[in-house]
């Protein structure tokens, strides 16, 4: 690699050099004497660049729109959310704008280059200034850019205001090298507190059990749930380092950042079984991956998105248990005047210990969990 930039290096170094003593020479011979050979000799080798300059745009065209229609099988896949089509919009909105003044302006570019080529006894016209032509080229892309900035902010505002009150909220975090997902649970809709000093072997994402909403959370690592047609809000967070949320069909692309949460409400309105049935193939699953480069295990940081009926993801969500059922050990964790609350969410015999010996809950669940020793 490195011998190839440098024989690069070395043959473009030459082409300057080449150039330069041309120009050179090209400059004196316009200086002294008009009619010398060798500016007899720039005269035909401007003809053949000006030519050259037309069959470059012609066959740039033709590569980038080669390019483009081979690219077009990596594209995105058609989007599953209202916000993914609008988002697509305002994409191939601004791609068209700027494919045909970029074509435009090239166009000309290549074009003047190629008709004010050198020739004999042929002056350059003096044209200073044209205010009207300047106005027009300045205004008009200010406008356009501003019109073009100003839909996009909305299209952002959209994915990070407030969500719909009946968004379900799952929280995300991104880690060296998974994801975990926390539900609101099956008793209340709502995320209990966490907090990163809490964040043990068994409590991965510092679940605050000070805090009653917590009592029902789900935690999940395997796959994400949601239900099809109602509003979801990501509460998204990282543990470690950078990570990014990306689910491509929703076209949600979002930051996880360490100690800074960030947001993204989206509707998905097609199943995971829709689209088997329209992309013909049974094995289609929506994908949640990584896209920020997190370190060596980043390729693997991917996970699944089912988008099902809202039946069938109450079904499901019936069968997780609570993160507390789990880990009843940290029911110790729980103040005196919620221990009656929480001890609902965990199962009879392991319920009794802490509730029965009180007075040595820490030394019962050191043994059990590292986590006890704590608070
Ligand atoms: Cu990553």
């Known amino acids: 690699m490195v011998y190839i930039v440098g024989l690069l290096a070395l043959v473009f170094l030459i082409l300057a050099i080449m150039v330069l003593t041309r120009l050179t020479s090209v400059l004196k011979g316009a200086n002294t004497d008009e009619t010398t050979e060798e500016n007899l000799g720039a005269s035909a080798s401007n003809r053949v660049n000006g030519f050259l300059f037309i069959a470059f745009f012609?066959?740039?065209?033709?590569?980038?729109?080669?390019?483009?229609?081979?690219?077009?099988?990596?594209?995105?896949?058609e989007a599953s959310s209202p916000h993914g089509r609008h988002t697509d919009s305002l994409f191939w909105l601004t791609m068209s704008i700027?494919?045909?003044?970029?074509?435009?302006?090239?166009?000309?570019?290549?074009?003047?280059?190629?008709?004010?080529?050198?020739?004999?006894n042929h002056r350059a016209t003096y044209y200073p200034e044209n205010h009207k032509l300047e106005l027009i080229w300045t205004v008009i892309p200010a406008v356009v850019m501003a019109l073009l900035v100003f839909?996009?902010?909305?299209?952002?505002?959209?994915?990070?205001?407030?969500?719909?009150?009946?968004?379900?909220?799952?929280?995300?975090?991104?880690?060296?090298?998974?994801?975990?997902?926390?539900?609101?649970?099956?008793?209340?809709?709502?995320?209990?507190?966490?907090?990163?000093?809490?964040?043990?072997?068994?409590n991965s994402l510092g679940i605050d059990l000070e805090d009653e909403q917590s009592f029902d959370d789900v935690t999940v690592s395997s796959e994400m749930h949601i239900p099809v047609n109602r509003p979801v809000l990501l509460?998204?967070?990282?543990?470690?380092?950078?990570?990014?949320?990306?689910?491509?069909?929703?076209?949600?692309?979002?930051?996880?950042?360490?100690?800074?949460?960030?947001?993204?409400?989206?509707?998905?309105?097609?199943?995971?079984?829709?689209?088997?049935?329209e992309t013909g193939n049974q094995n289609f699953k929506y994908e949640i991956a990584c896209t920020e480069v997190c370190g060596q295990g980043h390729?693997?940081?991917?996970?699944?998105?089912?988008?099902?009926?809202?039946?069938?993801?109450?079904?499901?969500m019936a069968e997780q248990k609570p993160w507390l059922t789990k880990n009843p050990d940290y029911l110790a964790r729980v103040p005196e005047k919620l221990k009656a609350k929480a001890a609902k969410y965990v199962p009879a015999n392991s319920a009794e210990t802490p509730s029965d010996s009180t007075a040595a809950p820490v030394e019962e669940g050191a043994g059990a969990s590292p986590s006890a020793s704590l608070r």
């Open 151 to 202: 839909t996009g902010w909305r299209a952002w505002r959209d994915i990070t205001k407030e969500a719909p009150a009946n968004a379900l909220n799952i929280e995300i975090v991104g880690k060296q090298f998974n994801w975990e997902m926390r539900y609101p649970g099956v008793d209340n809709d709502k995320l209990g507190n966490y907090n990163y000093k809490l964040i043990d072997a068994a």
């Open 235 to 277: 509460k998204i967070r990282a543990k470690d380092v950078l990570h990014s949320v990306f689910i491509p069909h929703m076209r949600v692309k979002m930051d996880a950042v360490p100690g800074m949460p960030t947001r993204f409400w989206f509707i998905a309105d097609k199943t995971t079984e829709q689209m088997r049935n």
């Open 299 to 316: 390729f693997s940081m991917r996970t699944t998105l089912v988008v099902e009926d809202e039946e069938s993801y109450n079904k499901w």
């Open 58 to 77: 012609v066959l740039g065209v033709v590569g980038a729109t080669w390019s483009f229609l081979h690219a077009s099988q990596f594209f995105l896949p």
């Open 98 to 120: 700027i494919t045909i003044a970029f074509v435009v302006t090239n166009a000309l570019l290549f074009y003047f280059a190629f008709k004010y080529q050198y020739r004999k």
